[in-house]
């Protein structure tokens, strides 16, 4: 069994694709992987709307409840505020790493092979699970040729 790729969450051999840690943990044979794709997504957690939305509608509240009091000044202070918070929002959810998926279908099931924010060694395992799929397409062809 030859190893393409051996790292503390992953292990592709010539054979299997074992996903030790990580979401979703599993075994896949190689020969049974068809249609395997690479799937770029976006950083998880909370959508920007979803923060900012809620955050101006608060602020907007706020600030027409203080200026029919009579405090236009603070009513002001409280939007800027609240435009400064979104802004921050938005710089931090930009700054979050994209998430990378490998994606196939294993005996007629579709499959998230692995998932990771890292993309270094996501290009790694993929480009080894590229390998294993390929070299046992030809051990496969170089068998039914040989019969």
Do not use: K
Not at 95 to 106: D, F, G, N, Q
């Amino acid at each position: 069994m030859r190893i393409y790729y051996r790292g503390p969450d992953v292990v592709v051999t010539s054979e299997l694709f074992i996903v030790r840690r990580g979401s979703p943990p599993g075994r896949f044979a190689i020969r049974d992987l068809r249609d395997v794709g690479i799937a770029s997504g976006h950083p998880e957690g909370l959508p920007l709307w979803g923060i900012v939305a809620p955050a101006a509608a608060a602020a907007l509240v706020a600030a027409v409840a203080v200026s029919a009091a009579g405090g236009v000044l603070v009513g002001v202070v409280i939007v800027v505020s609240a435009a400064g918070a979104g802004l921050a929002c938005a710089v931090i959810q930009q700054h979050r790493p994209r998430r990378w998926e490998l994606r196939a279908t294993c005996r007629e099931h579709p499959v998230s092979l692995y998932v990771t924010t890292d993309a270094r060694v996501f290009h790694q395992v993929s480009r080894a699970l590229r390998r294993a799929i390929e070299n046992d397409r030809l051990r496969w062809a170089d068998d039914a040729t040989a019969a």
